[in-house]
């Protein structure tokens, strides 16, 4: 079906569930983003597989129970420099091997992610 949302190609909710916790447990032991997220994944966890499912094309999970997204206004209160942009890629990308989502769905995928990562950057690089 040529029609198949990114979602759908990956195998959908299994799938996004998966990387999600892979994701978490990268950022978690990453020394530059685990600081300025809170103890407990829990929430964050949840809110990402929510949000993660409707960027890919599958229900829109993360709206309907938050609203409207507006990421860069709900990542300002965090330090969102260019090296945590290229350290939460370089996380994602380690989940992806994680989970052995490839070929060219993934790239797709990333590179959308990495759109958003560079949109979220909200301070220069620590120059001290
Ligand atoms: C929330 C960091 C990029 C999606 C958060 C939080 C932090 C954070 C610290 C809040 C955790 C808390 O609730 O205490 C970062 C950093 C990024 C980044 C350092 C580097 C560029 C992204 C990207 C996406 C994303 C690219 C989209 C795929 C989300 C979502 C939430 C969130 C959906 C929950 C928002 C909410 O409802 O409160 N992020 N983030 N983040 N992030 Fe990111």
Redesign the pocket.
Known sequence: DPDQTPYELIGGAETVRNLVNAFYARVAQDPD?SP???DDFT??RE??Y???TQ?LGGPHL?SQV?GH?M?RK??L??P?TPR??K???ACMSRAMDDIRLQGPVRDFIFAR?SQ??????NQPDDTS
């Open positions: 983003l300025i997220f809170p929430e964050v809110k990402q929510m949000f993660l960027f993360y938050h997204p990421l709900r990542h209160p965090f969102i945590r942009a350290a939460w890629l992610l958003v990562a560079r949109h979220m950057v």
